[in-house]
């Protein structure tokens, strides 16, 4: 079975016109000022996830409290970044917790500048590294 996830995308425009209680010129409006941007099929109709509804409930809300299109905009965006940067912090200790599991007892990695740098049995960490990981025997 297929496995479905918020950013799987459902929904067609009246539905999710339907689900966010707004009318669907409303969603074409935004989909052309960029906020909220569905992904297309190959016949070029709108297909909506779950988290395109939320987003588009999360823009009413603002917009009933004031907040004009352009800052409601940033706030998306800064949104986004904010998910997006929060799901690389998991992928990286996922990473962590991988390496510490298969290499109990060794130099982890070190971080530097330049990002993350493994480092194999022996090895220093380069002049620029500023946090080294070890694992206590």
Known sequence: MEQFDENTPLFVISVAAELAVMHPQT???YDRMGLVTPSRTSGSS???????????R???????EGV???GIRRILELENQ????????????????N???NRPGN???AA?????ESLSRGQRPSKHTQVVLWRAK
Request: hydrophobic letters at 45%; charged letters at 30%; aromatic letters at 4%.
């Open 112 to 116: 530097g500048e330049q990002g993350v």
């Open 82 to 97: 904010n998910a997006e940067l929060s799901k690389r912090v998991r992928d990286l200790e996922q990473a962590l917790a």
């Open 58 to 64: 999360e823009i009413a809300r603002l917009s009933a």
């Open 27 to 29: 969603l074409r409006q």
């Open 46 to 56: 709108r297909r909506y996830t779950m988290r395109n509804v939320a987003q588009l």
């Open 99 to 101: 390496e510490m599991m």
């Open 68 to 70: 004009s299109l352009e």
């Open 107 to 109: 130099r982890v990695f």
